[in-house]
């Protein structure tokens, strides 16, 4: 748990969150096992008041550019205020895989 542990540490630093859960939904998804490739970040910060959705996205994707460019393949990004936090009941369920990989085609 390697990369988990990065983006943990990563995140934590640059937005000192209320809530942060990264999930490795790698096994989710056409990939070997133990992959890190594919993860789910809820994380609940003061940092992303006043901004849209796509501008707190793009504040995530920069403090991740590294672990983008190397192991991680995808990011599903829940972005929340506090407030906004408060009045859900967590973040929703990812999808699942619907496939898509080179060696199913063959």
């Known amino acids: 748990m390697i990369v988990q542990t990065e ?3 990563i995140l934590g630093e640059q ?3 209320a809530h942060l859960q990264v999930e490795n939904e790698s096994h989710m998804h056409s990939v070997p096992p133990n992959s890190e490739t ?3 970040v809820v994380i609940v910060t003061d940092a992303f008041e006043g901004k849209r959705k ?3 996205h793009q504040q995530v994707y ?3 550019a590294a672990q ?3 192991p991680v393949h995808a990011l599903a990004l829940h972005t929340y205020t506090a407030a906004e936090w408060t009045e859900r ?3 929703p369920a990812s ?3 619907l496939g898509g990989s080179k060696a199913e085609a063959q």
Do not use: N, S, W
């Open 7 to 9: 983006i943990e540490f």
């Open 15 to 17: 937005f000192q969150p």
């Open 38 to 40: 594919h993860f789910k």
């Open 54 to 56: 796509v501008a707190r």
């Open 62 to 64: 920069g403090a991740l």
């Open 68 to 70: 983008l460019e190397g």
């Open 89 to 91: 009941e967590g973040a």
């Open 95 to 97: 999808p699942d895989c």
